[in-house]
């Protein structure tokens, strides 16, 4: 066990040492060097009163969150109601990730590809310097030692991050392996990603999220929302594992990862892909609907965001999730649509951005119950039902974005193979998006070199996780456009590459819960009813369940899929499975617009399945 001989006040450079004790109880000294030199030159730049290195204590997150209730950066919730809740409101301007000022800064810019926002890195980091000078002063400078996956496991990664936020720290703590554990595995030499943050002036105007693959670093500054900031998420997990994915060969997914126990008691695992707020958390621990329920099916939980995947020597694809939180979208969830995560964010969860109800409680839109009669709304200000906006609209209690921070421990259909390092064998990948039209309930792929292909050509409306045009479509290669931290047309190929080293390689199939009617009704009810499709994706895989070839792909006859206590209309099901292929001709062509950009990059695979679909389309 290591403590830490860090309190307040003590200067910058006394942190160079920290005490450990060995096997044999002996007290020694374990000195990183190089961490040690960087915590140091970090505070050199940022200029914080105090350090402190989180040891990861129940006691130390007693401590700390007693200091930000005092400050008000945390609002403590009905502790009989919501035990080890607390609710926390972000900046106005500090909602949701912001794409526009997210760079990849490799040295080359072709290596970021034509879909990332590029700075060159001394440019990058001395814009960010001069917005990161003294941008401490007066503050704590937190040192957080978090691991990515089970601490000590071949497959898992470290990252340090520093910060001056305490709701960062805690947000942290639920989603990440973190604390003295940690600087113990890394001992003296062990490597690690750099993670610097400050919350700085909270100005937009003086935000960057900077990731520098080539020297493992992540700089970001001025924001306090979530993926912005919980550094190990979005820059660590996804963008900056993305690029050593590629160089060690495996790869780090936007994807949840589920079990699916059937009847026979077999456990087959799905790794899902779907853009940001495109139902991923939802799916993951979604309840079997009555019908299918009888059956005997039963969800084992391992992920609902991010999967990190290699091939493993049976010759299939195996994923863990790096992460043991969940950083879950509050609005639409509640105990018809989500059960699972209800019953978990009962207690020690952190709340972003929703509305506080008078009884301490919370509440957000299309939650438990009908709008309250009053409440404090995520800006803070008195919020009734009926308000309105200057331009007449409707303003929500909770804001579009807002978000719980659980632990999985507490997702009652949690997967005893969490903390399993070697994770689960995946037998299906399923792309999905938000799409009112065209793409079908389901369809799978021909082949895996089709199924790369369909996965380049998600296209999903943007949605309040993200600033941008809401609702517009824009194409999302495999839900990573905006975490893929290299050329997107590489990672195509990398994909490629993959599917050629197994020997058993995940079938692959497309998915959309969100076709709509014109007037805008949802045709498919979505959540638990979707296991209705997965039923039929798992028959799939192992061969089983009928199917019809069209030209995108096979898709079911209504009679394959169990709709067994599910009320929905011909008409409906027939509009789910259609192919409209003058559509479909359309998308191809706005497929051909994206991927020009990528120019003799992109694999040649990709430009042979869309014209051997389009081919299809015009004379099958
Ligand atoms: P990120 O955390 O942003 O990556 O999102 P996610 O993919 O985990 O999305 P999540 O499951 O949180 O869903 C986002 C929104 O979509 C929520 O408001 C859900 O209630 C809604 N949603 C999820 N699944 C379905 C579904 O099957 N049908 C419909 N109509 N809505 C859904
Ligand atoms: C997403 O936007 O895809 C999220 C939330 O999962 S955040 O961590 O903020 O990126
Ligand atoms: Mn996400």
Known sequence: MAFHVKTKNMPADSTNYWWLSDKHGDTVVAHHEKLHRWVREMADLCKPETIYWCDGSEAEKERLRGKALSTGEFIELNQSKLPGCLLHRTAENDVARTEHLTFVCTSAKEDAGPTNNWMAPDEAYARAREIFAGSMKGRTMYVIPFSMGPVGSPFSKIGVQLTDSIYVVENMRIMTRMGSKVLDYLGTKGEFTKC?????????????????PEDNTIWSVGSGYGGNVLLGKKCLALRMASYQARQEGWMAEHMLIMGVEEPNGRIEYLAAAFPSACGKTNLAMLVPPQGLRQKGYRIWTVGDDIAWMRI??????????????????????????????????KRNTIYTNVALKPDGTVWWEAGEE???????????????????????????????????????????????????????????????????????????AFSWQHGVYVGATIASEITPAQYGNQGQLRRDPMAMLPFCGYNLADYLAHWLRMGARMLQPPKVFHVNWF???????????????????????????????????????????????????????????????????????????DQRRFFEQFGDRLPREIYTEMEALEFRLKHF
């Open 196 to 212: 610097l943050h400050s919350k700085a002036d909270l100005d937009l105007n003086r935000r960057l999220i900077l990731h520098f």
């Open 312 to 345: 493993d020597t049976d010759g299939r694809l195996w994923g863990i999730n790096p992460e043991i939180g969940m950083f879950g979208v509050a609005p639409g969830t509640n105990s018809k649509t989500n059960p699972n995560a209800m019953a978990a964010i």
């Open 370 to 444: 009908q709008p309250p009669f009053e409440a404090i709304d995520w800006r803070g200000r008195n919020w009734k039902p009926e308000m309105k906006d200057e331009e007449g609209n409707t303003m929500p209690a909770a804001h579009p974005n807002s978000r719980f921070t659980t632990p999985l421990s507490q997702i009652p259909s949690i997967s005893f193979r969490l903390e399993q390092h070697h994770g689960v064998p995946i037998s299906a990948v399923i792309f999905g998006g938000r799409r009112a039209h065209l793409a079908p309930l389901v369809y799978q």
């Open 515 to 589: 076709r709509q009617d014109s007037d805008g009704r949802y045709l498919w009810p979505g959540y638990g009813e979707n296991l209705r499709v997965l039923e039929w994706i798992l028959a799939r895989s192992r061969g089983e369940a009928e199917a019809v070839a069209t030209p995108i792909g096979h898709i079911p006859l209504k009679s394959s899929l169990d709709l067994t206590g599910l009320e929905i209309s011909d008409e409906d099901m027939r509009t789910l499975l259609e192919i409209d292929r003058s559509a479909w001709l359309d998308d191809v062509a």
